[in-house]
């Protein structure tokens, strides 16, 4: 059986573990993120009747992608304070479409402490968000697990 040298061992395990573990990390922190997110929503959020003052429509380009977002302006009173307060929220979501035509619609806030609303859309955004991060961090983890046993079989010499 031919042997490995250090600098292929780097290549082919050790960087691609580094890699994957810094994938793994980033994953999960934003899996326990919306996880906590979502868990003080339940518990904390405060749904607030708006006016919807202004929508537009813009269209940003990242290279070949082209996103639409939806910027809608809203007036609604702060629980926190208790004032009227101007706010413009952004989304992506399809559904922000269906601010063109409304006057008042209901924007959260997550809880009451939190001096910004939310778009019902980008609820949801979140709730994706905890699904997809956490298979992920658990397929990168997985990944990691398996580069482990590839340097823990080559240095016993067991093949």
């Known amino acids: ?5 250090f600098g292929e061992l780097m290549r082919e395990l050790l960087f691609p573990l580094l890699l994957y573990g810094l994938f793994t990390f980033m994953m999960l922190e934003h ?18 009747p708006a006016r919807v003052t202004d929508f537009s429509v813009q269209t940003v380009q ?7 977002q939806y910027i809608v302006t809203i007036e ?8 009227e307060q101007q706010f413009v929220l952004k989304t992506e979501s399809d559904h922000g479409k269906k601010y063109a035509d409304l006057k008042e619609t209901e924007v959260m806030f997550i809880s009451r402490k939190e001096p910004f609303p939310m778009l019902q859309e980008n609820l ?14 658990i397929f990168c983890l997985l990944f990691c697990l398996l580069l482990v046993f590839a340097i823990i079989v080559y240095s016993t010499g067991i093949l």
């Not at 990242?62 to 639409?68: D, S």
């Not at 949801?124 to 961090?137: A, I, Y």
């Open 76 to 83: 609604c009173m702060v629980p926190r304070t208790g004032e």
């Open 31 to 48: 899996a326990v993120q919306a996880f906590r997110i979502l868990r003080l929503y339940r518990r904390e959020g405060v749904l607030v």
């Open 62 to 68: 990242y290279g070949r992608l082209r996103q639409t």
């Open 124 to 137: 949801r955004t979140w709730k994706r968000l905890r699904v997809t991060t956490l298979f992920g961090g």
């Open 1 to 5: 059986m031919p042997k490995i040298t």
